[in-house]
């Protein structure tokens, strides 16, 4: 099912946007970076909708088929109705939004975005109609936060991206309660010969297979016009992952089609979530061009037999 472009081990559904602003049912300019989750049949999804004033705000879908989406009437969170401290921190808006499913609760890490520079923040929900922030859990300049969905070694884990002067690598922390991070420890860097050259960042959060943490993960590029932003590969050890065990040489989707090549920021996949079915088939939900959303499709063992191509560590 779904197009593959040579060069993608990612095949794009065929009926490519799913969702645009046509479909939202109140004004935005722009919808993109979705969390993901399977909660029993249903695919739900938490959106990144940038409203007419240019902040983002989060918004829900649902799906039976994991394709086709019914968006709420109304956003499910907007920068200006946290409370203290969460206004003055989220007043450009709430973005990027990752779920993880952890000990029973959706946790939503996000970044909060202010002219203090974004920040991580934490949000959860056992329902998807109440939403509850918990806590800021970084110091600018960090975004990108993934929330591992079981403990390891004792305690929580994330991945997060903090930069450094212009250029950002992905980071491990670990915490006692989810609100006080430490132990960091520096993960993957970016690789200065390739794809992912200016930025890495995680992007879905980490899925738990045989290989190990399977993490998708985004590269950016510098080119003479602009940032292109591809998505990689990367398999962590599942008891140490700061310990990178295989990383994808070359990008597992690349901006190709009109829709992820033009739009509010050209030559953009980005993806902030991706679900596993049982029979091992990944579902990734990417935005494009920072202006729809999309989906594509590829087995956990295609991606695998991708990333041992000359793909080890850095
Ligand atoms: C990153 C994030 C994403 C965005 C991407 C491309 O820094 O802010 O939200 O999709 O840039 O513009």
Redesign the pocket.
Same mark, same amino acid.
């Given at each position: 099912m779904g197009k593959r472009r040579r060069h993608d081990v990612v095949r794009r559904w065929e009926e490519n946007p799913i969702l645009t602003v046509e479909d939202i049912p109140f004004p935005c300019n722009a919808v993109?970076?979705a969390a993901a989750v399977q909660k029993g049949d249903e695919t739900i999804l938490l959106l @990144?909708v940038e409203d007419l004033q240019g902040r983002s705000v989060f918004a829900l879908a649902r799906s039976a088929d994991g394709y086709h989406f019914d968006v709420h009437d109304e956003p499910v969170m907007e920068p200006c109705c946290g409370g203290e401290p969460f206004p003055r921190y989220e007043r450009k808006g709430v973005?990027?939004p990752r779920i993880t499913l952890l000990e029973g609760v959706y946790y939503i890490m996000y970044?909060a975005a202010s002219e203090f520079g974004?920040r991580l923040a934490l949000a959860k929900t056992e329902d998807f109609q109440s939403f509850e922030r918990i806590a800021l859990i970084s110091e600018p300049d960090n975004? !990108?936060g993934v929330l591992f969905p079981r403990k390891i070694g004792g305690r929580y884990a994330r991945l997060d991206r903090p930069l450094t002067g212009e250029t950002g690598n992905i980071w491990i922390s670990y915490s006692d309660d989810l609100i006080d991070w430490g132990s960091s420890e520096a993960v993957m860097p970016i690789r200065p010969e390739s794809w992912d050259s200016w @930025?890495v =960042?995680a992007s879905a959060p980490p899925i738990e297979t045989t290989y190990g943490w399977l993490e998708i993960y985004?590269g950016?590029k510098r080119s003479a016009s602009g940032?292109i932003?591809r998505l990689g590969a990367a398999i962590l050890d599942l008891d140490n992952p700061a310990k990178v065990l295989c990383r994808s040489a070359i990008p597992i989707l690349a901006p190709r089609e009109y829709y992820e090549r033009v739009g509010d920021?050209p030559n953009?996949v980005?993806s902030t979530g991706a679900i596993m079915d049982d029979d091992q088939h990944i579902r990734l939900y990417y =935005?494009a061009a !920072?202006t729809c959303i999309c989906v594509g499709t590829v087995r956990l063992e295609e991606l695998m037999q991708f990333c041992a191509i000359d793909g080890h560590g850095d």
């Open positions: 993109f970076n @990144r973005e990027d970044t974004p975004k !990108d @930025r =960042g985004h950016v940032m932003y920021v953009v980005f =935005g !920072d």
